[in-house]
């Protein structure tokens, strides 16, 4: 009697058993859950890339102090700002423009044809 009554009862506790297993699998699986899921995973991703780039960041800072260590690169300490000055800004000419009426490249066809079917 006692063999029945200790196999019914194991069989009786795997049962609630995988009945629960199989039930938390099944409420895994639903839309909800999943979207859940797929929510924390984004998040957490985002937080690594976040950390990465706070890393990259941290390392160009560095790396950018070192270069300027080795050019001898510094900031004026005189300055009370501490900011480097920036060159004056550039006058850009054109190239072959002259000064005067009628003289624009524009205004000046070319000596030569650029049609390539009259040498044909």
């Known amino acids: 009697m006692f063999r029945r009554t200790f196999w019914f009862t194991a069989g009786a506790a795997a049962g609630v058993w ?3 297993k199989v039930n938390r ?3 895994q699986l639903t839309p909800e859950s999943l979207a859940a899921q797929a929510a ?3 998040l957490e991703a985002g937080h690594r890339l976040k950390g990465f ?3 990259v960041k941290a390392g ?3 790396r950018e102090d070192e270069l300027n260590d080795a ?18 800004p550039r006058r850009l000419r ?11 490249p ?8 650029y049609n390539r079917n009259e040498d044909h």
Do not use: C, W, Y
């Open 60 to 62: 160009m800072t560095q």
């Open 106 to 113: 524009r205004n000046n066809p070319p000596k030569f044809s």
């Open 94 to 104: 054109a190239i072959g423009a002259e000064k005067g009426p009628g003289k624009h």
């Open 40 to 42: 924390d995973k984004a």
């Open 71 to 88: 050019l001898g690169l510094h900031q004026d300490p005189d300055r009370p700002d501490n900011v480097t000055a920036l060159p004056g």
């Open 18 to 20: 995988a009945t629960t």
């Open 25 to 27: 699998k099944l409420k």
């Open 53 to 55: 780039a706070l890393d």
